[in-house]
């Protein structure tokens, strides 16, 4: 178990905003993509600067690891965000007419995805290989191993 939450996100729209989401995820600096979006306020710090980013990118820190440019109007990025997905950052570039697709895993605690503003999840902290299988999606227990990890530590106890 960790604090960062591993992602898969597609995004597919007009190709300025593809080109403009891509330049920013090459960065590779916390919070740099959703910054170049959506800026937090001037003048913000503190508690208050916490619940905007909380409220406005779901959380602080984006740090990518691998991007794919499909073509000129699709995007796929793997990163990791610190405690949860930024699903309030996909939620706004879903107003922006970006078509957004992603998968995520707090390896240990839940897992989830989002498909154009749903959002779904599956909490499996406490729960055996076993109990959580049925419950894992296909799709996200290949993108992240989650039933391996699960079986692995039951091994290692």
Not at 48 to 77: F, P, Q, Y
Not at 86 to 91: A, G, K, S, V, W
Not at 104 to 118: M, V
Request: hydrophobic fraction near 45%; glycine fraction near 8%.
């Amino acid at each position: 178990m960790g604090d960062w939450c591993d992602n898969r996100a597609s995004f597919f729209g007009p190709a300025e905003i593809i080109d403009s989401l891509l330049f920013a995820m090459s960065r590779v600096e916390a919070g740099g993509a959703m910054q170049a979006f959506f800026p937090v306020p001037i003048g913000l710090a503190g508690s208050a600067r916490d619940a905007w980013v909380a409220d406005n990118w779901g959380t602080d820190m984006v740090i990518v690891t691998k991007h794919d440019r499909v073509d000129s109007m699709e995007l796929v990025v793997h990163f990791r965000s610190a405690y949860a997905p930024p699903i309030p950052f996909y939620d706004k570039l879903s107003a922006l007419g970006v078509h957004v697709d992603a998968i995520f895993n707090l390896p240990g605690i839940f897992c989830g995805k989002y498909h154009d503003g749903a959002f779904d999840c599956c909490d499996y902290e406490g729960m055996s290989a076993e109990d959580a299988a049925p419950v894992i999606s296909a799709e996200i227990d290949l993108e992240f191993g989650i039933i391996a990890e699960l079986r692995s530590a039951e091994n290692d106890e």
